[in-house]
């Protein structure tokens, strides 16, 4: 190879990386994650020094894997992590919009983290292709919802317009991937990213010392929840 | 100059491969580099000590081999370079649950927020179509109106 493809190569990466770089510089840096709490679709002290914020899809499978690691770190600092919810509910997902509007109905009578373990625990339940509004009314029932309340919000445009509001937050944070955490404003994608980053990147934060290191390869997650057979 | 139609195919999949994979690493880039970390992290195939190298690394190769094709710059060697991605791609895609189990999931392979969003299986043929044009190209002599022409005739 002789010099004139060196530079000849040199001048496409230079033009394409500068390219880039000019693009990216122009881009609207992204708006910091707000930690405004706006309802109750949260749990934890409110003086906690970590605030997670889960943008999630009821319906989608990975945000149901990513309970379990979120779980195991509320139970690891229990008085140390607030968890916020937020819709965003992805439109390749059919019932995601019911299921998102049937857990704000739930928060709207205080029973929003009930309806959101039901929803992740049986997701394989109602995301079939039938209607589960049904199931929704029945999970609403067992919860000890008012039932006339929860019908009439779920056909409420005004809490159909908050979810999306919601979502239009996380499309501002450069979120389509369901789930995506922000630990004090540290953006994790995936329920690997928060199982192999969270614990570490807390620790950090409250000063305890160092975990061990984490395996080379992410262990496996608990694969979906069976489907609990629906009621006769 | 009249192309013959094999010209036409070699510069069809020339612009083709170069338009892929410069779109593919420019949508990465646009993004927050953790979107594509947590989409290699999802499939758990690499140590997790590479993934965020291979993040911040990779959507790179791509745009500047994918800039090399549409230039027509080492075009047999780039067309190789191009086909072995595409083949760790249907590995990745092979080797995880993700054929069987996210039909309708986005691959992340455009960027998560990109405006191309392709369901796991639809990327598998994409990269099935990728990998036969890298080879074709691979294995091609003659290239015209390319980098790679110009700078063997000067």
């Known amino acids: 190879m002789n010099i004139r493809y060196v530079i000849a190569g040199l001048v496409i990466i230079v033009v394409a990386g500068g390219g880039m770089y000019f693009m990216k510089s122009r881009q609207k840096p992204l708006a910091a994650v707000s930690e405004q709490i706006k309802d109750n679709k949260t749990k934890g002290s409110e003086t906690a020094r970590i605030t997670i914020i889960e943008y999630s899809d009821f319906q989608c499978p990975a945000c149901q894997q990513s309970q379990a690691p979120l779980n195991e770190l509320l139970a690891r600092y229990p008085a140390q992590i607030r968890l916020i919810y937020r819709h965003f509910p992805l439109p390749m997902h059919m019932w995601a919009p019911m299921a998102h ?3 704000e109905c739930a928060a709207g009578q205080g029973k929003f983290w009930e309806f959101h373990d039901r929803l992740y625990k049986e997701q394989l339940a109602w995301s079939g292709p039938s209607s589960p509004l049904e199931t929704f009314l029945r999970y609403a029932g067992e919860a000890g919802l008012n039932l006339d309340e929860f019908g009439r919000c779920l056909a409420d445009d005004q809490v159909r317009q908050r979810i999306l509001a919601e979502k239009k ?10 789930p995506t955490f922000f630990v004090n404003g540290e953006r994790m994608v995936g329920a690997v990213e928060l199982q192999m980053r969270a614990d570490a990147f807390i620790r950090k934060v409250l000063g305890f010392p160092p975990a061990p290191p984490p395996p080379v390869f992410a262990p496996s997650l608990p694969p979906p929840a069976p489907a609990e057979a629906p009621a006769a | 100059m009249k192309l013959s139609r094999e010209d036409f195919w070699g510069l069809a999949f020339r612009f083709f491969l170069g338009g892929i994979f410069v779109l593919a690493g420019f949508s990465k880039l646009m993004e927050p580099v953790e979107n594509f970390r947590g989409a290699i992290a999802d499939y758990q195939l690499l140590p997790y000590a590479l993934v965020p190298w291979v993040a911040q690394v990779f959507p790179w190769l791509e745009l500047f081999f994918g800039f090399f094709m549409l230039a027509g710059y080492l075009p047999r060697l780039t067309g190789a370079v191009l086909a072995s991605f595409s ?15 996210g039909a309708g999931q986005n691959c992340g392979c455009f960027g998560q927020n990109g405006f191309i969003r392709l369901t796991v299986w639809q990327v598998a043929l994409l990269d099935l179509a990728i990998l036969a044009a890298g080879i074709y190209l691979a294995r091609r002599k003659s290239f015209p109106f390319s980098l790679d022409a110009w700078l063997r005739k000067s």
């Open chain 1, 101 to 103: 509007q049937a857990a």
């Open chain 1, 169 to 178: 937050e996380g499309d501002k944070l450069q979120i389509q991937s369901t």
């Open chain 2, 87 to 101: 083949s760790i791609f249907i590995l990745f895609l092979t080797a995880s649950d993700k054929l069987l189990s």
